[in-house]
């Protein structure tokens, strides 16, 4: 069991790295008057036959071979099914996996978001041979975090640069702040 | 809203200056495990706190990279450091505060902190 969703979203993005996806959309959308919060990712990764995906929500089924079980994608489910929300899983073969995870917003058992902050900011760090395409909204008003962007401007400079690693740490707060203001945490 | 401008002004203050290290050159490697079970027992602020640390002592012969599941999951966070010509010494149940007693101790200071490793939790 994760303690934050960013913590659940690191982790299924970690599947989306390893499956050799060039670039991972990660959005999060808050609506209080739908009183949902919906996360999607969708990566362009070597993807599942239909096989493999049935039995991915299964605990007892991972491509890992260090041990037997893989509650990635499990958790993350349970995390959106307890709160009365749904989880949609879909893919392809050779074009990528699709998850949109929705919570109930005013749930007792949604856990808290967290630091996506820290969950973006290390996936684009450690994986800078993949893109990311951020999305973060809140009742309407969003920003975007895109790493293409960002390759054009730093012409060949690594997101690992010390100035550049605090830059898109200080972008992702600033903006995250920004676009919550006024609104209760989540 | 942090504007594309700000990041030309650093990318032009960097370019040049940077070494540009690859993985490959830096001497010493710290692995830290971050797949499920090492994300769900705190990892995330482990490899942050890593990171941090080695970028603002500039230690730049340590690479800080990431790994999925080492296989000891109970023992979670795990790190490893792997320093050419020497034996991989594994660390277990780490925080970002007993990283950077490792940071500074082994990295910087040369000596193993034995009591977090694995070994003496096996002893």
Request: charge should be negative; hydrophobic fraction near 40%; glycine fraction near 8%.
């Given at each position: 069991m994760m303690t934050e969703l960013s913590l659940n979203v690191l982790d299924i993005v970690e599947n989306s790295t390893k499956a050799k996806a060039s670039l991972v959309f990660i959005g999060v959308e808050i609506d209080s008057a739908a009183d949902s919060l919906i996360i999607r990712i969708d990566d362009d990764g070597c993807g599942m036959d239909s096989e493999q995906l049935a039995r991915v929500t299964d605990p007892f089924f991972t491509t890992r071979t260090t041990r037997k079980v893989g509650l990635g994608v499990p958790f993350f489910k349970q995390s959106a099914e307890m709160t009365g929300g749904d989880f949609i899983?879909?893919?392809?073969?050779?074009?990528?996996?699709?998850?949109?995870?929705?919570?109930?917003?005013?749930?007792?058992?949604?856990?808290?978001?967290?630091?996506m902050t820290a969950t973006i900011h290390q996936l684009i760090l450690m994986h800078q041979d993949c893109?990311?395409?951020?999305?973060y909204s809140y009742d309407g008003k969003e920003f975007t975090l895109d790493t293409r962007e960002l390759r054009v401007v730093l012409e060949g400079v690594p997101f690992d640069v010390p100035d550049v690693s605090a830059y898109i740490k200080d972008f992702l707060t600033e903006n995250t702040a920004e676009v919550n203001e006024g609104h209760p945490a989540v | 809203m942090k504007s594309l401008a700000e990041l030309k002004a650093i990318r032009d203050k960097v370019q040049g200056q940077v070494g540009l290290?690859?993985?490959?050159?830096?001497?010493?490697?710290?692995?830290?495990?971050?797949?499920?079970?090492?994300?769900?027992?705190?990892?995330?602020?482990?490899?942050?706190?890593?990171?941090?640390?080695?970028?603002?002592?500039?230690?730049?012969?340590?690479?800080?990279?990431?790994?999925?599941?080492?296989?000891?999951?109970?023992?979670e966070p795990i790190v490893e450091v792997i320093e050419q010509g020497k034996e991989k010494v594994t660390y277990i149940k780490m925080t970002p505060e007993k990283a950077m007693e490792v940071v500074?101790?082994?990295?910087?200071?040369?000596?193993?902190?034995?009591?977090y490793t694995i070994q003496s939790a096996l002893k």
């Amino acid at each position: 069991m994760m303690t934050e969703l960013s913590l659940n979203v690191l982790d299924i993005v970690e599947n989306s790295t390893k499956a050799k996806a060039s670039l991972v959309f990660i959005g999060v959308e808050i609506d209080s008057a739908a009183d949902s919060l919906i996360i999607r990712i969708d990566d362009d990764g070597c993807g599942m036959d239909s096989e493999q995906l049935a039995r991915v929500t299964d605990p007892f089924f991972t491509t890992r071979t260090t041990r037997k079980v893989g509650l990635g994608v499990p958790f993350f489910k349970q995390s959106a099914e307890m709160t009365g929300g749904d989880f949609i899983i879909t893919s392809e073969p050779g074009v990528g996996t699709k998850i949109t995870a929705r919570y109930v917003l005013s749930s007792i058992d949604r856990m808290p978001l967290g630091d996506m902050t820290a969950t973006i900011h290390q996936l684009i760090l450690m994986h800078q041979d993949c893109d990311f395409l951020y999305r973060y909204s809140y009742d309407g008003k969003e920003f975007t975090l895109d790493t293409r962007e960002l390759r054009v401007v730093l012409e060949g400079v690594p997101f690992d640069v010390p100035d550049v690693s605090a830059y898109i740490k200080d972008f992702l707060t600033e903006n995250t702040a920004e676009v919550n203001e006024g609104h209760p945490a989540v | 809203m942090k504007s594309l401008a700000e990041l030309k002004a650093i990318r032009d203050k960097v370019q040049g200056q940077v070494g540009l290290r690859s993985e490959a050159e830096a001497g010493t490697r710290v692995v830290v495990g971050m797949a499920t079970c090492g994300i769900a027992s705190g990892a995330r602020p482990v490899l942050n706190a890593l990171s941090e640390a080695v970028q603002e002592k500039k230690l730049d012969n340590v690479a800080v990279v990431q790994t999925g599941c080492i296989g000891l999951c109970q023992y979670e966070p795990i790190v490893e450091v792997i320093e050419q010509g020497k034996e991989k010494v594994t660390y277990i149940k780490m925080t970002p505060e007993k990283a950077m007693e490792v940071v500074n101790r082994h990295l910087i200071g040369g000596h193993v902190v034995t009591e977090y490793t694995i070994q003496s939790a096996l002893k």
